[in-house]
């Protein structure tokens, strides 16, 4: 890189910055494409294909987002002081990811619990913190445990649980091709993990229609 690049990037801000990759990221996805289609389709320059590479490009930077997402922008300081520690559950979050081995979806629901300790979190920043690990490539048992640890360390709540249950599109439109089967994975943390009766809670709660 030049020297004078280098002075006028130093000299941009971060969000300047970051948009500035973004584009050019998106240039370079779209060339990724490009080549793709010559692999895939056996007259790529035809007229429907025109667009797709930066399309699918544009699209494939949108599912992957979650990796220019930190816990703390999400959180975005949302944490209240409560003396409640009861079980808070947010049940039902849908999800869209997109597995490691194929890059094909799988899409199902999170279950997400937690026991506060001191501090509860703002609803929707549960649902933001399962976007931002769901919004990568990832298989379906880390992504449980991601979601629960991170939920664990801004909460520094006395438990957290975390179930999700989902379908793998590459276990539905190829390979196997099993159309009814869905895949349940969790993750118990704490209370959830030492108490039988705080983890059946949970569960019975979650099982209920
Ligand atoms: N445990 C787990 N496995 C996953 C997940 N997503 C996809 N897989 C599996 O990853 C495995 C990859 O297996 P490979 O044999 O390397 O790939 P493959 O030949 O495409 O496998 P098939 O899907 O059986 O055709 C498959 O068994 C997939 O079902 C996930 O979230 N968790
Ligand atoms: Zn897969």
Do not use: W
Not at 94 to 99: A, N, T
Not at 159 to 177: D, L, P, Q, T
């Amino acid at each position: 890189m030049f020297y004078s690049e280098m002075k006028t990037l130093g000299s941009l801000r971060s969000s300047e910055l970051k948009k500035r990759e973004k584009v050019m990221s998106l240039e370079n996805l779209t060339k990724q494409y490009e080549e793709i289609l010559m692999g895939l389709d056996p007259n790529p320059s035809r007229n429907g294909l025109v667009g797709t590479p930066q399309r699918a490009a544009k699209a494939m930077q949108f599912l992957c987002r979650g990796y220019d997402q930190s816990l703390d922008e999400v959180v975005n300081g949302a944490l209240f002081e409560s003396d409640n520690d009861e079980m808070v559950l947010v049940k039902d979050i849908e999800l869209y990811s997109l597995c490691e081995h194929h890059m094909l979806p799988f899409v199902g629901k999170a279950h997400v619990a937690y026991i506060p300790s001191g501090k509860v979190i703002g609803l929707s920043k549960v649902a933001r913190i399962v976007d931002m690990f769901a919004r990568r490539l990832q298989i379906q048992e880390n992504l449980t445990r991601e979601i629960a640890e991170a939920l664990q360390s801004v909460t520094q709540a006395d438990g957290v649980a975390v179930v999700i249950e989902a379908r793998h599109m590459c276990m539905m439109m190829r390979g196997v091709e099993k159309q009814n089967s869905k895949m349940y994975s969790s993750v118990m943390l704490g209370a959830f993990r030492e108490s039988v009766n705080t983890r059946q809670e949970f569960l019975q709660l979650v099982s209920r229609g």
